[in-house]
């Protein structure tokens, strides 16, 4: 089984890329998906975290935009919540990899934002990096409810360069031309593993 690790800058169009591989019938384990499931009222890691930050929970839920700021603001509470959050997202991704290996699968997808920031590509037989243009993943971030400049250039500085995420990938999914484009790439990638 290969394991494809995706990722790519925030705004390059990954959760659409992510989409058209599930499309196609390759498996996807969604890193941020997970995290959400986690932090939600039942999740495993709400309990840690409402301990930690009390003051992020509203009306019995944390609040992610309250919580968000925090964390970037501030790298101790960064490392505090990353060291609550990223052995539980693990344990999901590795349940999953099992899962999939046994149902015989040929190429799976892990949907990682931080691939290359956390070493997660050690983990990963190839790795894929979406990419567009500055102008457009601006538009794109921009459009986002609540986002400013300088949430973006927080996130930004917390994110490696797309540069070097493309001199570091075996595959560069372009998300910039068109739909129907990024779909050719992805199709072209999956018919070399299945």
Partial sequence: ???????????????????????????????????????????????????????????????????????????????????????????????????????????VVLDIPLLYETAGEKRCDVVAVVSAPLFIQLQRVMARQGMTDGKFSAILSKQMPDSQKRRRADFIIPTGLGRAVTFDH????VAQFC
């Fill in 1 to 107: 089984m290969v394991i494809m690790g995706l990722t790519g800058s925030i705004g390059m169009g990954k959760s659409t890329a992510a989409g058209m591989f599930r499309y196609l019938g390759v498996p996807v384990h969604d890193a941020d998906a997970t995290t959400h499931k986690l932090m939600a009222p039942n999740g495993a890691a709400f309990d840690q975290i409402a301990a930690l930050f009390p003051d992020v929970i509203i009306d019995g839920k944390i609040d992610r935009q309250k919580l968000g700021q925090k964390a970037f603001g501030d790298p101790k509470i960064l490392t505090q919540l990353e060291t609550i959050l990223h052995p539980l997202v693990r344990d999901a991704e590795n349940r999953f990899l099992k899962t999939q290996r046994m149902l015989g699968r040929k190429l």
């Fill in 186 to 189: 992805i199709a072209a990638i």
